[in-house]
């Protein structure tokens, strides 16, 4: 799935343990992250699994579990898991947030998504990503008031927070409030000269303020030309 940003960081699993101190668990798990690293999915789950079955309660080798499963496109799978995951430890906020996120991104139960993203927070209020998830399924609810308040939390949390800039502009953009959508999409471009879709949405801000001429550098900055 292109736009889910899973906070499944597969660097922050990686762990090693001296060969005195491995047990069968860890040896299963590290086995299960060096196939992954190689492309190997199957076997990667293969031996996560195994890796469970030695600790079912670990909550590395869950987190592991759904990541592999959603690089291999098996997001119902990946779903169900969470699920168990969840009864095991349905106080990990990460948790919580995939679901959600599944939830809004494969399932499209948007208000399932909005209770799962609410846990999280609530569990971690200090996550920026959390925020600005649940930010962007209220923009596709249309509630785009709402999803400003969510952005803003985000960005006061993480103020380099590109993609919240970038979503917060595109909500305003949608309520036609084009001078404060402007400036997010300033803000974007400043954080990032690369970001082609922030030059366009600028474009069009501009466009609608009746500012043409500044609209055209805009757009030559997404490499296109003036609509």
Request: one cysteine or more; hydrophobic letters at 40%; charged letters at 20%.
């Amino acid at each position: 799935m292109k736009h889910i940003a899973l906070a499944i960081f597969i660097l922050s699993l990686i762990y090693t343990v001296s060969a005195m101190e491995m047990n069968l668990q860890d040896i299963w798990y590290n086995r299960s992250v060096a196939d992954l690293q190689n492309g190997s999915y199957p076997q990667a789950l293969q031996n996560i699994n195994t890796s469970l079955e030695q600790n079912p309660e670990d909550y590395t080798s869950w987190h592991l579990k759904v990541f592999i499963l959603l690089k291999m496109g098996r997001y119902d799978t990946a779903l169900s898991t969470l699920g168990e995951s969840l009864a095991i430890n349905g106080s990990d906020s990460v948790f919580w947030n995939d679901q959600g996120l599944l939830q809004a991104n494969y399932l499209g139960d948007y208000n399932s998504s909005i209770g799962s993203l609410d846990r999280s927070i609530k569990l971690n209020p200090s996550n920026a990503m959390t925020y600005y998830n649940k930010g962007t399924v209220l923009k596709k609810m249309g509630k785009y008031n709402d999803s400003l308040e969510l952005f803003e939390s985000a960005i006061r949390l993480r103020p380099n927070l590109l993609d919240a800039w970038y979503q917060k502009g595109l909500a305003y953009s949608a309520l036609k409030q084009y001078e404060d959508a402007l400036k997010c999409f300033e803000k974007a471009t400043e954080l990032d000269q690369t970001f082609k879709p922030a030059w366009a949405n600028k474009g069009d801000a501009l466009k609608a303020l009746g500012r043409d001429a500044d609209s055209k550098i805009a757009y030559s900055m997404a490499g296109k030309t003036d609509p």
